[in-house]
């Protein structure tokens, strides 16, 4: 009988889905902590503590350069700057209570996005 040829991992739809997501985190007004990356050299012990920075900017940049190959790579990448901002801000404190609610955002934007 003949093989069923497996249809290519169409992951262009899921680097579109990528594009939106970013685009709605960087418009909640919760997101300004995370838009750029943090100047270490304003937070003292960031550097130290934090071993692989990231934020929204260089996300995007990596978006653009193609350096996610799926959305799972994206998501990764989300969640490091809301781990990063748990593990170097008290959850009370504006940074901290940002950074949850801005994952509580994605999560429930990425579950609404990947039911269609
Ligand atoms: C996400 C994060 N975690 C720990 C420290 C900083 C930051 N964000 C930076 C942009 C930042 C850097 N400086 C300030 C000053 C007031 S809010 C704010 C935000």
């Known amino acids: 009988c003949a093989k069923k ?3 290519p991992k169409d992951s262009s739809n899921e680097l579109a889905v990528c594009r939106v997501l970013l685009a ?5 007004q919760d997101a300004w ?3 750029s990356p943090v100047q270490h050299k304003s937070v003292p012990g960031y550097r130290k503590v934090i071993k692989k920075p990231m934020d929204f900017s260089t996300i995007k940049e990596k978006l653009t350069n193609n350096l996610y190959l799926n959305l799972e790579n994206f ?3 989300v ?3 809301f781990d990063n901002c ?3 801000n008290e959850d009370d ?3 901290g209570r940002a950074g949850h609610r801005m994952r509580r955002f994605f999560d429930k934007r990425w579950t609404e996005l ?3």
């Open 75 to 77: 998501i990764v990448d």
């Open 86 to 88: 748990q593990r170097f």
């Open 93 to 95: 404190s504006e940074i």
């Open 79 to 81: 969640n490091l700057v």
């Open 5 to 7: 040829a497996k249809t």
């Open 114 to 116: 990947l039911q269609f």
């Open 24 to 28: 709605d985190l960087e418009a909640h």
């Open 33 to 35: 902590p995370f838009l």
